[in-house]
């Protein structure tokens, strides 16, 4: 456990103790119904505490519960969250350089490599740019001089929105990416749904990780065994790869300036606290790299491009500069092989190494 | 907009803070536009149809109450009916009809060119065509004087809590309470109006939409059915559907608490009935005693004998069966329910007397849940009926729930523990309204029961609850 979460527990568990000490003398004072009501805040703030704010319980859930209980993206959310809310510190060492990314910087990067080198990876599936910035307590965790994501135009071009949006902690930045994404939908005349669910998670995080509880009743009824629901593990690479390039095929023009504008809110927000940004090109199977998608990738590239010219703390690495996967090399459309990972994972940690990060001036405040 | 729905809560909260704010008449009025906003959510386009009986009605009945001239009167009466089943018929049936006339033309080898007009069923027309027809018969019976006030008239056939999908409100019942100022709302009403919507919710969100997840495969599925399989979702669709409509009904009826109104109770624990009668007594209340009063009583009764009885029994529930959709199986469900009656009437010396046992009271309650059971079943047949796609499901369904009943124990064990997970809350509030004879009962809980009840349904919507998109399964009727 961090000690930034430890005094955090303390403290809430203090005034939590102290709300209770002051509601039980008074509470037979009290007019029935704010009698009730009072118990009952406290019942669920206790609750709350026991199921969802105590590192314990996640390790459980994580323990009983498997990818094919939950699901891909809520599964790699569950993995990071106790990484991101548990272990942060209240002053954390500095890191050089942190990872961020989605499922693919996480088939990459978390390797022995890696940990070796001491450079965490904050990756959820589906993470992409309209995540960043809400998810800037990663960089608060991690303190790092500089952030690296890897990033190809099956980021940029791909809906903003990822099922995994929905776990981001509640900030300005969460409902500002929403609103644009609202906004995109219907220029795109996509169905409009109020996004009522990632509203009512930021006030009930029941209903926030419900997810885990209804996996849990699944389990405990057997509803795997009984619905003869295919494992994700079991799906042949064939199956995967075909899932996957379904999803190349569908990429969108119009999606691109507004992932480039969320890229840019957090290279800014990154430049105002002294970090630098390293976007290392991202790729894909080789077999979906054709026609729309090549033509998508130049423009995602001179937008990207055009960022690094504007914004100083910005760089951008080339496939080319590093290392071009061949078609063998993936295990499915965009997730590639353990060693594979690892190869590019030495080659970018090298390259990196020969361009140290700059001073930036005063001495750098941990990210708020 | 869905009750379940956040645009709801916030429109509600918008509705409920103006109604505090006016006076009598502007509450109305208020209202008024509130149900036609909420309406014209679905497609404002249907609005014309709620307009258009709306005025048929009010006109017909004030033609009625104007004159003692029987053949007028009779004339206004059919003029309302006509045009109102016309345009029931019209919207919901002409489709069912052409297709089903072109197939038996064509049986006779006749070939008819029917044209189809695939146009979307206005959602709520069967409930507020009924609703507004109760009016002109009342009238036209002599039970209630029409209304010289049209707008208090429109709000009585739109409102918007009951609209949709019931309960189907009597003119006798509901008029007055919109003409008439209503008491201002207290902390007591707004309480029983709160919990009936959140135990409305709770059936909704938690129950019935949960255990659509278990009804839903078994019937997508292609035969060869399992015999348990069918079974166990048998069950499971008897309570989706008791929980997705009681609970509409009981946030319909809390959000008119709310707002100083009585909506009639729609549901009294039915499958606690012992037969076939009880059951329609307890069971959408608001529509069998609408087809009771109107159509079965209309039609003779049990006035002129035995075998006009059950011809009026069968005449009765057929339609029944039929105004919930135009498809045979409904028309089969119907069918089948009015057997049931005429069976029960037929047996009723045998069922409904109870055998001389020894230990009196206690063996008395063993034969009655007997009996329950036995009845329950015979409703889960009914709604194999209702639920299934095509007569030919009904077919394949039947055969394997009587001649292929072994099966794969994993699912049969899986449906019946999250039926066991799901459903004893249900049990348990019901047990205590069956008890009290009030909906609201658990309100008068002492207090720590009730807390803890409130929580348990909190914790059961927000963790296990069934956030999608899934209409109420009336919203179709």
């Known amino acids: 456990m961090g000690s930034g979460y430890l005094a955090t527990a303390v403290v809430a568990l203090a005034a939590f103790g102290l709300a209770l000490g002051v509601f039980l003398p008074l509470r037979k004072r009290l007019h029935p119904p704010w009698r009730g009501l009072g118990a009952a805040f406290f019942v669920v703030v206790g609750l709350r505490m026991i199921l969802f704010w105590n590192p314990l319980a996640w390790r459980a859930y994580l323990s009983v519960l498997g990818i094919d209980d939950v699901g891909f993206m809520p599964y790699t959310f569950m993995a990071t969250f106790q990484d991101l809310k548990f272990k942060r510190d209240i002053r954390p060492a500095r890191t050089e350089t942190l990872i961020i990314g989605s499922s693919q910087v996480d088939a990459l990067f978390d390797n022995d490599v890696t940990r070796e080198a001491g450079v965490p990876v904050f990756s959820i599936a589906g993470l992409g740019p309209s995540g960043y910035l809400p998810y800037k307590s990663a960089l608060r965790r991690y303190n790092p001089r500089r952030v690296v994501l890897y990033l190809s135009e099956f980021d940029i071009g791909s809906h903003p929105l990822a099922p995994s949006f929905a776990y981001t902690p509640p900030s300005w930045a969460r409902f500002w990416n929403l609103y644009e994404v609202r906004r995109f939908d219907k220029r795109m005349g996509l169905a409009y749904q109020f996004p009522a669910g990632i509203l009512l998670a930021d006030f009930f995080p029941e209903y926030k990780y419900s997810f885990v509880f209804r996996a849990l009743l699944a389990r405990a009824t057997g509803r795997n065994a009984a619905m003869g629901k295919k494992e994700f593990k079991e799906l042949t690479p064939e199956e995967l790869l075909a899932m996957h390039l379904e999803g190349l095929e569908n990429l969108k023009d119009e999606a691109v300036p507004l992932n480039m504008g969320f890229l840019e809110d957090f290279v800014k927000f990154c430049g105002e606290k002294g970090l630098q940004v390293i976007i290392v090109e991202g790729q894909y199977h080789p077999v979906a790299f054709r026609g729309e998608n090549v033509r998508l990738h130049h423009k995602m590239r001179d937008a990207i491009e055009r960022l690094c010219a504007e914004h100083p703390n910005a760089r951008y690495i080339p496939r080319s500069e590093v290392y071009e996967f061949a078609e063998s090399e993936f295990v499915d459309g965009t997730h590639v092989t353990k060693e594979a990972g690892e190869h590019f994972t030495r080659i970018l940690l090298s390259r990196l190494k020969k361009t140290p990060v700059e001073d930036e001036g005063p001495e750098r405040e941990t990210a708020r | ?477």
């Open chain 2, 1 to 477: 907009m869905l009750f379940n729905s956040i645009q709801f809560f916030v429109f509600f909260l918008a509705v409920y803070t103006l109604y505090l704010a006016l006076g009598h008449k502007k509450q109305n009025l208020m209202l008024l536009v509130a149900s036609y906003v909420f309406y014209g959510a679905w497609d404002w386009r249907f609005l014309s149809l709620i307009a258009i009986s709306t005025v048929l009605d009010f006109v017909c009945a004030r033609k009625i109450d104007e004159t003692e001239d029987v053949r007028r009167r009779k004339l206004f009466l059919t003029l309302s009916v006509a045009g109102n089943l016309l345009i029931l018929g019209f919207f919901k049936y002409y489709d069912f009809f052409a297709q089903n006339l072109q197939a038996l033309l064509g049986r006779f080898g006749v070939a008819a060119d029917a044209r189809f007009l695939e146009i979307i069923l206005p959602v709520g027309i069967s409930f507020y065509t009924f609703q507004t027809m109760s009016y002109t018969i009342d009238v036209y019976r002599g039970e209630m004087r029409s209304t010289d006030r049209f707008l208090d008239f429109a709000l009585f056939v739109a409102f918007f809590p009951q609209l949709v999908a019931g309960p189907i409100e009597r003119a006798k019942r509901l008029l007055p309470q919109v003409l008439s100022p209503r008491p201002r709302p207290t902390l007591q009403s707004f309480s029983e109006g709160a919990f009936l919507i959140f135990w409305g919710l709770f059936q909704k969100v938690f129950i019935a939409d949960n255990l659509a997840n278990l009804v839903d495969p078994v019937f997508a599925a292609d035969p060869p059915y399992h015999g348990a399989h069918v079974l166990v979702a048998l069950y499971a669709f008897a309570f989706q559907i008791l929980c997705d409509f009681a609970g509409y009904s009981n946030i319909a009826r809390g959000l008119g608490r709310c707002l100083g109104f009585d909506i009639m109770v729609n549901f009294n624990a039915p499958y606690s009935a012992a037969n076939p009668s009880e059951f329609w007594k307890r069971w959408h209340i608001s529509l069998s005693s609408w087809l009771r009063d109107y159509l079965y009583i209309g039609l003779g009764g049990n006035r002129r004998g035995a075998a006009r009885t059950y011809r009026n029994l069968i005449i009765t529930m057929l339609l029944g069966g039929l105004w919930h959709g135009a498809q045979w199986t409904f028309i089969l469900w119907g069918a089948y329910h009015g057997a049931l009656l005429v069976l029960y009437r037929l047996a009723r010396p045998v069922f409904s007397s109870e055998p001389d046992f020894p230990r009196g009271a206690r063996a008395g309650a063993i034969w009655r849940a007997l009996r329950v059971a036995f009845f329950f079943h015979l409703v889960c047949v009914g709604w194999l009926i209702f639920r299934a796609d095509s007569v030919d499901q009904i077919g394949a369904m039947l055969r394997a729930l009587f001649l292929a009943f072994p099966t794969d124990g994993a699912i049969v064990r899986h449906y019946l523990l999250q039926m066991a997970f799901f459903l004893p809350l249900l049990f348990v509030v019901e047990a205590s309204q069956r008890r009290t004879g009030d909906a609201a009962a658990p309100l008068r809980w002492p207090a720590a029961a009730r807390w803890a009840l409130y929580l348990v349904m909190f914790y059961s919507i927000m963790l296990c609850g069934e956030f999608g998109d899934r209409q109420f399964i009336y919203f179709q009727f």
